[in-house]
């Protein structure tokens, strides 16, 4: 629970609900293939934004070398990756799992 807050306090809820909703759904109506399409897309957009920011910082006037896209970036992105598709979407995708055997049920 402590990593959730985290995240929410560091990201923003509206974060939280761009990968949380979408991968709920996914794996509430697809199952196994919702977990594969939802985590994709997840690491998809986190990797679009990562280069997006730090090519717009490098891109700026006066540019003072901070940020770069060096070897601590990509271990940086890599653990974003880790945080967002198993600390976060993980007990995401176990609800949704339950979601859909409570659903199939009725």
Known sequence: MGVLLAYILIYGFAALLVF?????????RLGWTG????????TVIII????????Y???????D????????FYVGVLMRLFLVNVLILL?????GFQAQAARKEN
């Open 20 to 28: 949380g909703i979408p991968t709920f759904l996914l794996v509430r």
């Open 35 to 42: 977990i594969l399409i939802a985590h994709f897309l997840a």
């Open 48 to 55: 679009i934004t990562d280069v997006t920011w730090v090519q």
């Open 57 to 63: 910082q490098m891109s700026k006037p006066g540019w």
């Open 65 to 72: 070398g901070a940020p770069d896209m060096d070897f601590v």
């Open 91 to 95: 007990p995401i995708d176990i609800a």
